[in-house]
């Protein structure tokens, strides 16, 4: 049956990917808490929005694009839980404008569990016992 309400949702391929990766860094790159962050650290953006195009279509498809370390730089930038919650909150209504509800909670839960592995390695880096906050253990 035809689903008026699907009609502007895309599907999970790499050109949707593509789309929700460029639209996160627009509004990200210009959010005042986490824009800064971005805009002193990424040099190339078009490098940086292919490799997170990549990480997400390993995630989300399976495809094996990324290959890369993705903890490491995060654990090296002094981020506190302000900035994922920034970084969560925009990805999350991102996904929203371009997915349907069941495929953008699909990325955000994927996003909440990241990002909470990432929020307890940096409390691990500095000697501290963290439970995760945006998923469930
Ligand atoms: C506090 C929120 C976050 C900030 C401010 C942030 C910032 C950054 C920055 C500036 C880089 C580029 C590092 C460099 O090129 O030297 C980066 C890389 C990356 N970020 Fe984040 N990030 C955040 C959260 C996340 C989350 C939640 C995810 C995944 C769901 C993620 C995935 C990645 C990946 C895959 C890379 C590429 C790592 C590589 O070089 O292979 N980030 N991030």
Same mark, same amino acid.
């Given at each position: 049956?035809?689903?008026?309400?699907?009609?502007?949702?895309?599907?999970?391929?790499?050109?949707?990917?593509?789309?929700?990766?460029? #639209?996160? &860094? *627009?509004? %990200?790159?210009?959010? =005042?808490?986490?824009? /800064?962050?971005?805009?002193? #650290?990424?040099?190339?953006?078009?490098?940086?929005? *292919?490799?997170?195009?990549?990480?997400?279509?390993?995630?989300?498809? @399976? #495809?094996?694009? &990324?290959?890369?370390? /993705?903890?490491? /730089?995060?654990?090296?930038?002094?981020? =506190?839980? =302000?900035?994922?919650?920034?970084?969560? !909150?925009?990805?999350?209504?991102?996904?929203?404008? !371009?997915?349907? #509800? =069941?495929?953008?909670? %699909?990325?955000?839960?994927?996003?909440?569990?990241?990002?909470?592995?990432?929020?307890?390695?940096? *409390?691990?880096? @500095? *000697?501290?016992?963290?439970?995760?906050?945006?998923?469930?253990?």
């Amino acid at each position: 049956m035809h689903n008026p309400q699907a009609i502007d949702h895309f599907e999970i391929d790499d050109q949707s990917i593509a789309l929700l990766v460029r #639209t996160f &860094y *627009g509004r %990200a790159r210009q959010d =005042e808490l986490i824009g /800064p962050i971005f805009n002193r #650290t990424v040099r190339d953006w078009e490098h940086h929005i *292919g490799k997170i195009t990549d990480f997400w279509s390993s995630v989300m498809l @399976r #495809t094996s694009r &990324y290959d890369g370390r /993705p903890m490491r /730089p995060h654990l090296m930038m002094s981020l =506190e839980g =302000e900035h994922f919650d920034r970084w969560l !909150l925009i990805f999350a209504d991102t996904a929203r404008e !371009l997915y349907s #509800t =069941e495929v953008a909670n %699909a990325f955000i839960s994927m996003s909440r569990r990241i990002a909470d592995s990432f929020e307890m390695a940096i *409390g691990t880096q @500095r *000697g501290e016992v963290r439970m995760p906050r945006h998923s469930k253990p």
